[in-house]
C-alpha cells in the first residue's frame, strides 16, 4: 500500500533523528546551525525554521545542543500536542475527565474537513495504523514514523456501501437524544443544588441567630455582674456618707452653742463632755473613711473565649456529602427466553443504554434494550463467572481458566479472541488496556493480549478461604474494590496493589456482586444476606440500601443504571431480574 506523498519529507533512522533536522531529516547540523524550538522541543535547519515559523507563529526558537556530543539534543513532541494527540487516539473509557474539560472550555467550533489537533490544516491522509485523520503538519510529526499513511480519496472510496456509514445518522440522533436528556437532567440537578445551598445558607443563618442568643444571654450576665459590683461599692460609699452627715450635724449644733461667751459653766462643761466623745468619733470615722480600699470597676475579657472565636473561620464545616440511595419503588422484569431460571452472575450496561446480563444456569450473555426486551443471546462453552466492557462495543467474559472476548455489532454478539487465567478466577475488571482478575485470595493485572501478567496484591491471611472473588475500579483508576464470599467487607486499594482501607460489615454474608457506578458511587450485594450496600466513604462504613423487604432474594450482582434512577439486581436461581426504582 502506497503511502502518501508529502514534498521534502523523508523518514531517516532513530540515529539521524537525533542530530538531523526534524522536518527534512537530510543535512547533517551541528550546534550552532541549528534552530530548536522550545515548544516542539525539535531541531529545524535554517531552511525548514521559516516554514515552522509560518505555522507556529508563537512558538519559541532558541538554540540548544550537546556540548559534549557536539549534537543537537533530540526531544519528544510537546505536552499540549501529545495530550491532544492521546485525546484522538484513545477510546472513550480511557479518556481522562480533565482533557474533555479543556476540550470543551476552549469553546472551538466543530469543523468537519479541518485537523483536529492542528485546527487551521485540512485533512489531506488517513493513518490507518492509528486510524486517525490527519493534515500535512500530522504527517510530518506525530504520525512521521508511521508506514500506512493513505490519500482520503483512495481510503473513502465505497464509504457509503459500509453498514457502519448507513446507520451513522441514526446513531447520532441517538447519541444527540441521550445528551439531550442529560443536560435536561444536568440542569434540574444543577437547580436541586442551588436549593440546597439556599437551604444550608438558611441552616448558617438560624446558627449565626444561635450564636447571637447565646452572645446577648453573655452580655445580659455581664451586664448584671456589673450591677452588682456598682451596687456593692455605691452602697458602702453611701453609708458611710450618711455616718459623716450624721456627724457633720452633731458638730455643728455643738458648736452653735459653745461658740458664744455667754455660755454658763454647767452648759459649757456638758459641751465639753460631748465634745470630746464626737471628736473622737470623727476622727475614728475619717481615718476609716482613709484607710479604705478604693477601687474602681473594670472588665477583662476571656482570652480563652476570644481566642477560640479567633480562629473560627465559620460556624462549621461545608462540603459535599456523597447521596446514599434509597429505595422508592420495584418491579420484575420476566425472563422468557430460556427453558430454565437463570442464574444471573453479572450485569453491566453499554455506554448506548443497552444491558448486558451473564447467565451461569444456561451458560450464555444476553443483550437487553433500555425497555429490558431481549436482542440478542449468545451461547457460551463455558459458565460464565463474571464479565466487563472493553471500550464500547466489546465484551470480556471470565470464565474457568479462560477470559473470552466478545463483539458487539448491530445489536448482535459474535465470539472472538480467548485469553488463559487461573482455573480459580471468577472475577474481573478493565481498566486503561489492563484486566484485574480476582482468584481466590489475589488480584492479578493482566495485559489485554493475556501475555503479561502481575500480581498486584495477595490476602496472606486467607489461607484455604476465597477473600477475592470480585473487583471493581473506579471511573479514574485511583481505587481498585475487592470483596470476596469469605471476606467479611469490602478491601480498598489504590491501582498498583496497594492496600488503603478496609471497611467491616456485619450485616454482609457471603459478599458476591460488586458495581462502581459512573457518578463514583459503589454497591455491594451479600448471596446469602439479601442485601445491597452502599459505601458510604465520608463514614467509611457501608450503608443499607435494599434488602428482602424490597424484594431481594440471592442477589449474585448489581448495577446501577446511568442517568435513570434505576437498580438492576441479578439473582439466584429465578426467571426474572428485580429492578428497584432508587432516589
Known amino acids: 500500500m502506497a503511502a502518501c ?65 557536539r549534537n543537537v539534543v533530540s526531544a519528544p513532541i510537546s505536552d499540549h500536542t501529545l495530550e491532544i494527540y492521546q485525546r484522538t487516539t484513545k477510546s472513550l473509557s480511557e479518556v481522562s475527565l480533565e482533557a474533555f474539560k479543556q476540550e470543551c472550555a476552549s469553546g472551538e467550533s466543530f469543523e468537519l474537513g479541518k485537523c483536529d489537533v492542528h485546527k487551521s490544516q485540512d485533512v489531506m491522509s488517513f493513518c ?38 448507513s446507520t451513522l445518522p441514526s446513531r447520532l440522533q441517538e447519541s444527540l437524544s441521550f445528551l439531550d436528556r442529560k443536560m435536561f437532567e444536568l440542569s434540574e440537578e444543577k437547580k436541586l443544588i442551588e436549593d440546597n445551598a439556599d437551604a444550608v445558607k438558611t441552616n448558617i443563618q438560624y446558627c449565626r441567630d444561635e450564636f447571637v442568643d447565646i452572645v446577648d444571654k453573655l452580655q445580659q450576665q455581664s451586664f448584671k455582674a456589673v450591677e452588682i459590683l456598682k451596687s456593692s461599692i455605691t452602697n458602702d460609699i453611701a453609708s458611710r456618707k450618711t455616718q459623716c452627715a450624721h456627724y457633720y450635724n452633731q458638730l455643728k449644733s455643738l458648736y ?15 459641751g465639753l463632755t460631748k465634745g470630746r466623745a464626737l471628736l473622737l468619733r470623727t476622727r475614728m470615722l475619717l481615718k476609716d473613711i482613709d484607710g479604705r480600699y478604693r477601687c474602681c470597676i473594670v472588665f477583662q475579657h476571656d482570652t480563652d473565649l476570644h481566642k477560640m472565636l479567633s480562629k473560627m473561620q ?69 459458565i460464565p463467572l463474571d464479565m466487563c466492557a472493553i471500550g464500547d462495543t466489546e465484551i470480556a467474559v471470565v470464565t474457568t481458566g479462560k477470559v473470552r472476548f466478545y463483539l458487539l455489532q448491530n445489536g448482535s454478539l459474535s465470539s472472538g479472541k480467548s485469553i488463559k487465567v487461573r482455573n480459580q478466577s471468577s472475577g474481573m475488571a478493565y481498566f486503561a488496556g489492563h484486566l484485574y482478575v480476582a482468584t481466590m485470595s489475589t488480584l492479578i493485572k493482566y495485559s489485554i493480549d493475556g501475555k503479561q501478567n502481575k500480581l498486584l496484591y495477595k490476602n496472606t491471611e486467607a489461607g484455604g478461604q476465597v477473600t477475592i472473588s470480585r473487583c471493581a475500579i473506579s471511573r479514574e483508576g485511583q481505587f481498585i474494590y475487592v470483596t470476596g ?39 455491594l450485594c451479600g448471596k446469602d444476606s439479601s442485601i ?47 429492578v428497584l426504582r432508587v432516589s
Open 5 to 69: 506523498e508529502i514534498p521534502s519529507i523523508e523518514k531517516g533512522t532513530d540515529e539521524d533523528d537525533a542530530r538531523n533536522c526534524f522536518a527534512c531529516l537530510k543535512s547533517k547540523l551541528n550546534a550552532e546551525e541549528g534552530h530548536f524550538c522550545k515548544d516542539c522541543k525539535q531541531l529545524y535547519c535554517a531552511s525548514c525554521v521559516s516554514k515552522h515559523d509560518d505555522f507556529f507563529q508563537r512558538h519559541k526558537i532558541s538554540w540548544k545542543f550537546d556540548k559534549d556530543k
Open 128 to 165: 490507518v495504523e492509528d486510524g486517525l485523520l490527519c493534515c500535512n503538519i500530522c504527517n510530518s510529526t506525530i504520525h512521521r514514523a508511521c508506514k500506512d499513511i493513505e490519500e482520503l480519496p483512495k481510503v473513502a472510496k465505497g464509504v457509503h456501501t459500509t453498514a457502519e456509514f
Open 256 to 270: 452653735s452653742v459653745v461658740e458664744t461667751d455667754a455660755v454658763d459653766e454647767t452648759t459649757a462643761f456638758v
Open 314 to 382: 465559620n460556624f462549621g464545616t461545608v462540603k459535599s456529602v456523597e447521596h446514599i440511595f434509597a429505595v422508592t419503588e420495584k418491579s420484575t422484569v420476566q425472563m422468557t427466553i430460556d427453558k430454565s431460571n437463570c442464574d444471573i452472575t453479572a450485569i453491566f450496561e453499554l455506554p448506548c443504554g443497552d444491558i448486558v446480563l451473564a447467565d451461569a444456569a444456561n451458560s450464555n450473555i444476553k443483550l437487553l434494550n433500555q425497555s429490558f426486551h431481549n436482542l440478542a443471546v449468545c451461547t457460551l462453552p463455558d
Open 485 to 523: 464470599p469469605d471476606c467479611p467487607g469490602l478491601l480498598v486499594l489504590d491501582i498498583f496493589g496497594n492496600k488503603l482501607t478496609f471497611v467491616k460489615t456485619h450485616d454482609m454474608v457471603f459478599p458476591r456482586g460488586l458495581h462502581v457506578a459512573t457518578g463514583g458511587q459503589v454497591f
Open 532 to 578: 445491597v450496600l452502599q459505601l458510604d466513604r465520608q463514614q467509611n462504613r457501608l450503608v443499607k440500601v435494599a434488602d428482602g423487604n424490597d424484594g431481594l432474594w440471592s442477589p449474585q450482582c448489581v448495577v446501577l443504571l446511568n442517568g435513570k434512577s434505576l437498580m438492576i439486581i441479578g439473582q439466584e436461581a429465578t426467571n426474572s431480574i428485580l
